[in-house]
């Protein structure tokens, strides 16, 4: 069965930096396109980063443009999501999944506040 497990959250100051991982297995990750999700308290989930099966494209909202950075490793079966300038509104429980599969990981939490 698909399983993602996303790590790397934790609490920062605004303007800090942290690198989210998620590490897939139970599918072939290298053939499938994944997407970063976030859900703060109180909204709806959002879509944050795409990235294609071959990383030759990427896409972010617009909210994140400039800051966040959506990379993979195939070979580590691994999807990453490098974020900088973070602002308190980055706050949210932070989710990877595949685009075919409805599978969720348990989410790695990021808190920004000072």
């Known amino acids: 069965q698909v399983q993602l497990v996303e790590s790397g959250g934790g609490l920062v100051q605004p303007g800090g930096s942290l690198r989210l991982s998620c590490a897939a297995s139970g599918f072939a990750f290298s053939m499938y396109s994944m997407r970063w999700y976030r859900q703060a308290p109180g909204k709806e989930r959002e879509l944050v980063a795409g990235i294609s099966s071959n990383a030759g494209s990427t896409n972010y909202a617009d909210s994140v443009k400039g800051r966040f950075t959506i990379s993979r490793d195939n070979a580590k079966r691994t999807v990453y999501l490098q974020m900088n300038s973070l602002k308190p509104e980055d706050t949210a429980v932070y989710y990877c999944?595949?685009?075919?599969?409805?599978?969720w990981g348990q989410g790695t939490q990021v808190t920004v506040s000072s």
């Open positions: 999944k595949a685009t075919q599969f409805s599978s």
